[in-house]
């Protein structure tokens, strides 16, 4: 079985980052990707924005949380992954979010909101025990634990 997701768009709000109680971080993206299509005999030209939410996790999270903002363009690589609560009221509500594996900064180096800008380079989610610190940093890469939470076992 596959579940594979890629898309690429802009950044609709800057992103929500929080750090979970065992110290490991995530970011939330609201992100949007649209269709244009033209109709062959008027020439009309129409288009389809498609909202996403995105979820990364910790070293991906960390370059979310240094460089993208609202009007960034990215790619993303991930899966597709449904949630299932009762709200408030008692009623079942679902959400459908991307988990997120891989992400590249796309656009511009002026287009970067912060001076120092990230290289124009990809950013993968490790599931071994250690990750690689991205290119943007003059550090040679260190192997980081990563914490016993499982994303898809957390409750939101």
Same mark, same amino acid.
């Given at each position: 079985?596959?579940?594979?997701? %890629?898309? %690429?768009g802009? #950044? $609709? *709000?800057?992103?929500? %980052?929080s +750090? ?7 970011a939330? #993206? @609201? ?9 062959r005999? +008027?020439?009309? +030209?129409t ?5 996403h =939410?995105?979820?990364?996790?910790? $070293?991906? *999270?960390d370059?979310?949380?240094? !460089?993208v903002?609202k009007g960034?363009? %990215?790619?993303?690589? $991930?899966?597709i992954?449904? @949630? ?14 991307i988990? *997120?594996? +891989?992400m ?5 180096r002026s287009?970067?909101p912060?001076?120092? *800008?990230?290289?124009? =380079? $990809? !950013?993968?989610?490790s ?6 610190q ?5 550090? &040679? ?5 990563? &914490?016993?939470?499982? &994303? ?5």
């Amino acid at each position: 079985m596959v579940n594979k997701v %890629i898309l %690429i768009g802009n #950044v $609709g *709000a800057d992103p929500e %980052i929080s +750090t979970l109680e065992s110290g490991v971080k995530v970011a939330r #993206v @609201r992100m949007a990707t649209t269709e244009r299509s033209r109709n062959r005999e +008027t020439g009309d +030209t129409t288009e389809h924005t498609e909202w996403h =939410s995105i979820t990364l996790w910790r $070293g991906l *999270a960390d370059v979310v949380d240094r !460089y993208v903002r609202k009007g960034s363009q %990215i790619y993303v690589e $991930g899966r597709i992954r449904t @949630r299932e609560w009762t709200d408030q009221s008692g009623n079942k509500r679902y959400s459908t979010e991307i988990l *997120a594996d +891989t992400m590249n900064l796309l656009g511009r180096r002026s287009d970067s909101p912060q001076q120092g *800008a990230a290289p124009q =380079s $990809g !950013y993968q989610q490790s599931t071994q025990p250690a990750y690689q610190q991205p290119a943007y940093q003059q550090q &040679p890469a260190q192997p980081a634990p990563l &914490p016993a939470d499982d &994303p898809d076992d957390l409750p939101f």
